[in-house]
């Protein structure tokens, strides 16, 4: 009698840990469903390996544009080793199918051609993480913590989240102007409120300069347009060795920006600025802009 009843008990305890209540989200194509918990997720993404990293959850494959080190080393410090499955632009379908994945998560701007493939493989959820702002961003993680049925668990590491970042904000002056900027060998690109470095900006308490009304996140600029929003703080990265803002740093124009005049540019790494995109990453750069404004304020 005791041995079934520990039968019982065993089987019990293994369907719930095999079969949770539906869960919904909204994704880009609607409303997404899953009936179980997934064991095996493929990333399409960068921001999605750091959100599975803040709930303990470890992917098995990811688009890591065969370049490990590209994702952040805090993040790595979270997670098991995975498989490459190539580019995000261009993920390997072989090699996805290959992991046996449960749960694929994509990005609508890169994966759209590929969708209907990916269905075939595993459920596919479609998030915005190219061009996604800072609050989606946070919002995507909650819907991924909601789908590995570790909801509260990521309820408590964004508000921690905020918390870190309201802290940082509180140290900081408040109302200046800040652009970010991305510059290659020939294109400046600007961003603004409605990307994902920029909100954090904004939440850090500075001044971003605002969308346009098609609300892309960043516009390539020129030389003029960046002096005329007289930036008091400027965020730069240079993406290439041959930067076009280094050849505009002997322009006349240049050294009349505010930022330029009083030594407030701040050089940050692309990879944490632009690719990374998550919880780490905003910590990790709202750290870096408090250590900046409080060693130039000395």
């Known amino acids: 009698m005791k041995k079934l009843f520990n039968t019982a ?6 369907a719930t840990t095999q079969f949770v209540n539906a869960v919904t989200v909204k994704d880009r194509k609607g409303d997404f469903t899953l009936d179980t918990v997934p064991q095996r997720v493929v990333a399409l993404e960068y921001s999605y390996v750091d959100a599975l990293a803040q709930i303990g959850v470890s992917p098995v494959g990811v688009a890591d544009d065969n370049d490990k080190t590209r994702i952040l080393q805090q993040v790595r410090d979270k997670v098991q080793p995975w498989e490459s499955v ?31 493939e990916l269905k075939k493989i595993a459920p596919t959820v479609v998030f915005n993480s190219r061009n996604e702002n800072y609050t989606e961003n946070l919002e995507t993680a909650q819907k991924i913590g909601d789908l590995l049925g570790k909801s509260n ?26 652009i970010i900027g991305i510059s290659r060998e020939t294109q400046f690109n600007l961003y603004n409120n409605e990307s994902y470095a920029g909100g954090l900006i904004e939440k850090l308490g500075f001044e971003m300069p605002k969308a346009a ?39 006349a124009l240049w050294k009349a920006i505010p930022a330029v005049k009083n030594n407030q540019i701040m050089i940050v790494d692309g990879n944490l600025l632009s690719r990374a995109r998550g919880i780490e990453a905003a910590e990790i750069i709202a750290k870096e802009v ?9």
């Open 9 to 14: 008990v065993a089987l019990s305890l293994f």
């Open 153 to 178: 668990e990521m309820k408590e590491r964004i508000t921690k989240h905020e918390q870190y970042i309201s802290d940082i904000a509180k140290s900081l002056p408040k109302g200046k102007k800040a």
């Open 86 to 116: 190539g580019t995000r632009s261009q993920p390997s379908l072989e090699a996805i199918a290959a992991l046996k994945p449960d749960l694929i998560i994509a990005d609508d701007n890169r994966h759209s051609a590929v969708y209907e």
């Open 290 to 298: 408090q250590g900046f404004v409080s060693k130039s304020t000395k």
């Open 213 to 251: 009304s098609d609300n892309k996140p960043n516009s390539v600029v020129g030389l003029e347009q960046v002096v005329a929003e007289k930036p008091e703080f400027m965020i730069l990265t240079h993406y290439r060795d041959e930067s076009i803002a280094k050849k505009w740093e002997n322009e």
